[in-house]
């Protein structure tokens, strides 16, 4: 299972790297069209997004509609390695700093983060995803632990946890492990797929 996690990270982030920076654009914005579109999105005030590294799907005009509609927006801040994911507000105009792995993170206080459990909606990256909510993410596990919680409950509704990818993403079956979390929908710039 290593070896054929290894090998669709490779594939899938080298054709990711390909996309031009048009395509790149094309399909933020696409993004936002389909996210914007979701109920739930409509309704939720605290939503984790991510600074999109690597050729990830960009969610940055999200964020600036997300903004404009009076959401509160966070950023996931990595304190250690092996800790959870914090999380961070992230405001127009705020400092950032690049952080071990060169993605920018909000410059705040440590008591200024906040628990995964405080957000309403998490909009995590992914490598690749199949159709009942498999995540293949870079392998460092941050998200996966840090919504191992979500795991010890039988129904579960916040944080809603929904990844983020370029539709070519999508493969038939993602190979998971015991401490992979689940999504419980995929947005890509061409659906919203419910799992």
Known sequence: MVADKRRLRTQMRNRRRQLSPYEQQSAADDLLRQLSRLSYFRNVHRVA????????????????????????????????????????????????????????????????????????????????????????????????????????????HSPMVIGAAHSFQQVEHVPQDSWDVCLRGIVTEKAFLAV
């Open 49 to 156: 997004f991510y600074y999109p590294n690597d050729g990830e799907i960009d969610p940055r005009p999200t964020i600036e509609h997300a903004w404009r509609t009076g959401k509160q927006c966070f950023l996931p801040v990595v304190n250690h390695p092996n800790l959870p994911l914090r999380f961070a507000r992230y405001l127009r105009q705020q400092p950032t700093r690049v952080n071990r792995f060169g993605i920018p993170e909000p410059v705040v206080r440590r008591r200024d983060l906040f628990n995964a459990h405080h957000l309403q909606l998490i909009l995590v990256p992914l490598i690749a995803f199949d159709a009942n909510g498999g995540r293949l993410g870079m392998g460092a596990g941050f998200y996966d632990r840090t919504l191992a919680f979500l795991g010890s409950r039988k129904y579960w």
